[in-house]
């Protein structure tokens, strides 16, 4: 590793707040009580408006700078030191070079305007970006939502990338071999929050994995490894709450709670 890449790890290693779990394994039947599972979180802190922008301007610029040294210096995407060799694979260098400069444009502020944002139509929108995958996969995805949601205040443009990073992720964690597969996304609110669930039938994973799923550049699989750091760089540039639960054969849970725009 680059003196350069590792300086840039060390910056969001020291930054990066791992979520605590849940209390209790969430219920299988749908009862989810948000409540019970963000009572005590106070995972991102509630700062002010202008300096949540200027330290999410300073994290896209680092995360970009170390990203590019280490594209262009490897030309390669990295992969868990447990196994395998690192391989070329040119779609996710050009779909992780699309991520890339369109945190660039967010830094700059040229897509960085907040709006209410109807959620559910991006969930929607999420799930017909992903439908193909969810199909080569013969994996089900079912879709739990109210008629209606309340809006949300944020950039349009990274929920969207929020949302189809959690299903993917959750597609990517079944194994092929696995049928038949299936990812479920539910959702609710309250008056101050809309809650979403997004859960799959995959292997699950141990506590020492789950402790890490949050830190940049580690992956279980061959990527960048960046998914869920991603997401939760997001998530708290929205002022959200993010958790995630999972148990080796039980499959994975994330739970994300973002507040009503208003």
Known sequence: MSPTLKAISHLFLSEARTPDFPPSPPSRQGDFDPERIFAADLLFPNQGEWEQILQWHRLCRALVA????????????AVPPSGGTAVEEPSRRRSMDGRLELLERIADGLEGTRESVDLRRVIQ??????????????????????????????????LGELLEHLLCNSLEA????????????????????????????????????????????????????????????????????????????LGTEIYLRLPVDG
């Open 66 to 77: 170390g990203l590019r040294v280490y594209l262009e210096s490897a030309g390669r995407i």
């Open 125 to 158: 929108e999420a799930a017909e970006e992903t439908r193909e995958r969810f199909a080569r996969r013969r994996v089900r995805y079912i879709e739990t939502l109210p008629e209606r949601l309340p809006p949300v205040r944020g950039i349009r443009a990274l």
């Open 174 to 249: 079944i194994p092929e071999t696995a049928t038949p597969g299936e990812v479920r996304l539910s959702a609710g609110y309250t008056p101050r929050d809309v809650f979403l669930t997004v859960g799959d039938s995959g292997e699950g994973l141990s506590a020492e994995t789950l402790a890490r799923m949050f830190f940049p550049f580690f992956s279980t699989r061959r990527s960048a490894g960046l998914g869920l750091f991603w997401v939760s760089r997001i998530v708290e540039l929205h002022h959200g709450r993010l958790k995630l639960w999972s148990r080796p054969g």
